[in-house]
């Protein structure tokens, strides 16, 4: 069973040199994992879903900011070492869509009725994989500057 998920067999392709670095350092050559393949499938999927867990692990630790967004409302995450902090926006107009890149653009043209807010909490699991858990809920990794915007809005509601 694998810590996260099993990638998937087009992540898998998109990871193939990886992959098959992998498989050399665990000892694996090209003609015995076909064979495993093959005659063990079991012991195959096995060696998937520990790369799985490595690529998994990797991106999780880099991941420094996420975004969720539902038609009305995006929340976005830093994914501090000890806690997560949660910068909110939320619209009542019904029309809009924040999904999309025109919903964000209507926000910030005709100012609907908006509420902002922050919290933040410590992790009660592993960091990794409360992150790897808002991901599998709808969450995206991002670059943060939304992140960034909202917290300078949350901040001017403060004052």
């Not at 630790?61 to 501090?80: D, Y």
């Amino acid at each position: 069973m694998p810590k996260y998920r099993c990638l998937t067999q087009e992540e898998l392709s998109a990871l193939e040199k990886e992959f098959v670095d992998f498989l050399v350092i665990n000892g694996i050559i090209a003609d015995e994992w076909e064979a495993l393949k093959k005659n063990q499938t079991d012991k195959a999927e096995k060696i998937i879903e520990q790369f799985s867990d490595v690529v998994w692990e990797g991106v999780l630790r880099k991941t420094q900011f996420l975004e969720h967004r539902s038609p009305q409302e995006i929340r976005t995450f830093q994914c501090l070492p000890g806690k997560i902090v949660l910068m909110g926006l939320e619209i009542n107009d019904q029309a809009i869509d924040l999904r999309i890149a025109e919903g964000v653009e209507k926000v910030k043209s005709s100012m609907p009725s908006t509420t902002v807010y922050s919290s933040e909490k410590k992790y009660s699991k592993k960091r990794e994989t409360e992150v790897f858990e808002l991901i599998q809920n709808g969450a995206s990794i991002s670059d943060g500057k939304l992140f960034k915007r909202i917290a300078l809005m949350v901040a001017e509601n403060e004052e």
